[in-house]
């Protein structure tokens, strides 16, 4: 299983953007970039995934570097209730539901 | 995305009982996931169950502990036999709606599980 690299905890202010970094070297040309966050006594939440290019939606923005090696995940305005695990995980292309690995993922910590 | 039910949310048990949990999908997936999550720790992958086979156990997790039954596509349980306080943990199941990669999964609420 491709594996990825995230800090283990990183802070921010209310109202200000976050940028949660995950490097996967060894991704393979076929892998796709999820990202799920967990808050405090939920199951895992889908966030955003991509293949290649970045991509947008209500939660956040997904920057993937142009060899695919790392990406990053952006929290525009950061609220309380962002403050959660996230996790950046790399999911097999393969057809057919593929199992999903976590890994250690970041802690975010949102101060008022 | 897939709306999933998860049965009980939580529990207490005595040590050498056994709790079966169940998960409960609003639609047809091919194959559901069975995961742990220590106290403080992130999760690990238990088993995946496939509609029609045998579940397939991840390296440190057997049948014989973690029995799962699928008999259907929207629904599947995991039992943990056995128990001793090292099993208390969060027990979460998870579907993806669609092959592929290109949707994402869902998960469960999970079964908070504490063996006394």
């Known amino acids: 299983d491709a594996k990825t690299t995230q800090p283990n905890s990183m802070e921010s202010n209310e109202e200000e953007p976050v940028h949660l970094p995950c490097n996967h070297s060894?991704?393979?040309?076929?892998?796709?970039i999820h990202w799920y966050r967990q808050l405090p006594s939920q199951g895992p939440e889908y966030v955003i995934h991509?293949?290649?290019s970045n991509v947008n939606n209500r939660m956040a923005s997904l920057a993937i570097a142009e060899d695919r090696k790392s990406s990053t995940l952006i929290l525009h305005r950061a609220t309380l209730r962002d403050a959660a695990v996230y996790y950046c995980?790399?999911?097999?292309?393969?057809?057919?539901?593929?199992?999903?690995?976590f890994g250690q993922g970041t802690r975010l910590t949102i101060n008022p | 995305s897939a709306v999933i039910s998860q049965k009980p949310s939580r529990d207490i048990c005595q040590r050498g009982t056994s709790l079966t949990i169940q998960c409960q999908v609003d639609?047809?997936?091919?194959?559901m996931f069975w995961y742990r999550q220590q106290p403080g720790q992130s999760l690990t992958l238990i088993a995946t169950a496939n509609q029609g086979s045998e579940a397939t156990y991840e390296s440190g997790f057997v049948i014989d502990k973690f029995p799962i039954s699928r008999p259907n596509l929207t629904f599947s349980t995991l039992t943990v036999s056995n128990m001793s306080p090292e099993d208390s943990s969060i027990y979460l199941c998870?579907?993806?709606?669609?092959?592929?990669?290109?949707?994402?999964?869902?998960f469960g609420s999970g079964t908070r599980l504490t063996v006394v």
């Open positions: 060894t991704i393979s040309g076929t892998d796709y």
């Open positions: 991509g293949l290649t």
């Open positions: 995980i790399l999911r097999d292309g393969g057809w057919g539901a593929q199992k999903l690995v």
């Open positions: 639609s047809q997936v091919t194959m």
């Open positions: 998870s579907v993806e709606k669609a092959g592929g990669g290109s949707y994402g999964y869902t």
